[in-house]
């Protein structure tokens, strides 16, 4: 079933309608959310399935809005669970699709784009060294997500720092990669005493995508494999979000979050531990590569997470290895450090 929570909230009076879709893909319980008002704007539109489409539509009427109301669509990035509907919602309102600059190729469905992420899949399974069998079954699982991919969009690019008008009043672009190359928040301000329970001041808010999570941690390393260095991208995304301290944040799955700042330090941690996690495994297991190691972490891994598993124990090998903590050789790492000093590798550097 739909949810809605309607939000009243900048001085202009821009209405901000969280949509709740019932998503069964990625992470699940996706959201969109609805800016109502003179530059009608949906922030991220769901995968492109007859239930999400369904909930979505329900959404949109319960909100008294239809899709050729749609003047604008903002998406936080490039993966299908939030972009999949954007094309045909585009082909019946004409509405205007704005994402960050570097994963525009890929919503816009580009040739070149999409063969150069299929070429580097094969290299990252290789370099990881997922068995036959596993990759064999990856790639059904990935054909199967393709398929809610939907019809390209045309895209307008963002970067860090633009503003675009969205319902009453104006948005702020906040670059956030690490889970995707692309990833963005949409900043805003909001007035006291409205919206999600009563405050003496203004508010800070973002709609964050997979920024943060409520319940999980956004994959690194599987989630977008263009990254170089993407542990470290993200870390430095996370200082950036405890350094600008949010009142609120709007993610991409599940219920809000009522301490931003507070989930990132928990995120932050988390990776630290795992890092760690990772260390004692070469220690006890090494030199080996990126799947065993993930195996150690993680177990027997199936579905999407025979990507997502060694795709986050590449991304913490990977920031060992430029830390001078491990070498590669081939796809094998081995410990050059035995006991390192962990917390050292991830310096508050923004707060």
Known sequence: MVTLIVVRTVPEG????RISLGNTVFEGENNAYLLDGDVTTLVDVGASTANVRADLLDGLSAADVSVPDLDRILLTHWHSDHTGLAGELQAESGATVFAHEDDLPLIAGDDDALAELRALREERFTQWGI??????????????????????????????????AAGNGELTVFHLPGHAAGQIAFTFERDADEGTGPVSEPRSEAFVGDAILPQYTPNVGGADLRLDRPLE??????????????????????????????????????????????????????PTDAWTVSAHL?????????????????????????????ERDGSEYRLVETDPDVAALFPNTKY
Do not use: C, N
């Open 14 to 17: 821009m209405d901000v309608t």
């Open 233 to 286: 991208h993200y870390i430095d995304s996370l200082d950036r979000l405890i350094a600008r301290d949010f009142d609120y944040a709007w993610p991409g799955h599940r219920e809000p979050i009522e301490d931003p700042s507070g989930r990132a330090r928990v995120i932050r941690e988390h990776h630290l531990e795992r890092t760690r996690r990772v260390v004692e495994t070469l220690r006890e297991h090494g």
């Open 298 to 326: 993680f177990g027997e891994l199936e579905d999407i997470h025979i990507l997502h598993g060694p795709g986050e124990a590449f991304a913490h090998l990977d920031h060992l290895e430029h830390a001078g903590v491990v």
């Open 131 to 164: 068995p036959k069998d596993k990759r064999e079954e990856l790639v059904a699982v990935q054909s199967a997500f393709e398929d809610v991919a939907g019809d390209p969009a045309d895209v307008e690019p963002l970067a860090d720092g633009d503003q675009v």
